[in-house]
């Protein structure tokens, strides 16, 4: 694990390899979610000679929480982990939590962003046309419908959630996701997948529930950015079996980012799509012909 200080005094852990050389390949992980290695990602940024960067936003792992961030704010992270580690320009991806982070690298560092990716990214809470909470897990109804009562109230609720995912072995997951998880991701929930989401759920929390907290109640507030002002390539992928972050929300996505391009999954679902995560690595660097 290694670790920048950052201007206002926070550090930021964040995991690093690959080629010295390589263009950087930021991974945005999902919510609740940590600096923790993917390792079909890894293979797959190997594959193309990039450097995998996966940094853990403010309050997972040991990062220094931020209390009261915006979506936004990750921008000026980002780029000052690519300035300590000498890289100038960058490919950034993001999943289901870190679809939006993704987006806002793209929006906001559009000087330094090659192109950018989400997975099953969550859309803004209070756009118009989107129905945030529909077709969503009675967990996350449950989680959304206190973020947007506030602090008071989500706390307590990530507290209860946040202990059972952090006592659950790798093969009880899927009983602890309870209806956030489809048929198609159950089946998914296997072999490295399985092994990264356990690492993961268990690090996210390991030493508070401030990051999951302030990740959700960032998402239920203005993002802080336009995303029909993104200039940087963006690429937006969906399943239609995903009851963590439904479908509308990429439909909605790519009518709004612009530019977009969209790729919908038939029969794919939120974890399920990790299956592919190679073809996400090689569409994104395909832009840097």
């Known amino acids: 694990m290694e670790f920048v200080q ?40 190997e594959w193309h000679g990039l450097r995998l960067v996966s940094p853990g936003r403010p309050g997972y792992g040991a990062s220094t929480p931020q209390p009261g961030r915006s979506i936004s704010d990750v921008a000026a992270d980002v780029s000052s982990l690519l300035d300590a580690i000498g890289a100038d320009r960058f490919l950034s991806i993001g999943l289901s939590g870190g679809g939006p982070h993704s987006l806002a ?8 962003c090659i192109a950018a990716a989400t997975l099953a990214g969550v859309g803004p809470a209070n756009a118009d046309g989107l129905d945030f909470v529909a077709g969503m897990g009675e ?21 209860e959630q946040s202990s059972e995912l952090a006592g659950a072995a790798p093969q009880d997951l899927a009983a602890a996701f309870g209806d956030l998880v489809s ?102 660097v395909a832009h840097l012909t």
């Open 6 to 45: 950052l201007a206002d005094g926070r550090k930021l852990e964040y995991l690093i390899e690959g080629p010295a050389d390589g263009i950087p390949l930021v991974f945005h992980h999902g919510t609740p979610g940590a600096a923790v290695r993917f390792a079909p990602l890894a293979e797959a940024a």
């Open 105 to 112: 690298s793209a929006a906001l560092l559009a000087d330094r």
């Open 139 to 159: 967990e996350n109804i449950a989680e959304f419908g206190a973020a947007f009562k506030g602090r008071a109230a989500l706390e307590p609720l990530i507290e």
């Open 183 to 284: 048929e198609v991701d159950k089946a998914a929930m296997t072999g490295p997948i399985l092994d990264w989401l356990a690492a993961s759920a268990r690090r996210s929390v390991a030493e508070s529930i401030a990051g999951w907290r302030d990740d959700d109640l960032a998402f239920v507030k203005d993002w802080g950015f336009r995303l029909d002002r993104i200039t940087t390539p963006v690429a937006i992928w969906q399943g239609d079996q995903d009851r963590m972050v439904p479908e509308a929300h990429g439909h909605w996505l790519a009518a709004h980012v612009s530019g977009a391009t969209f790729h919908f999954e038939a029969d794919e679902g939120h974890l399920s799509l990790l299956n592919g995560i190679d073809r996400v690595v090689a569409d994104l």
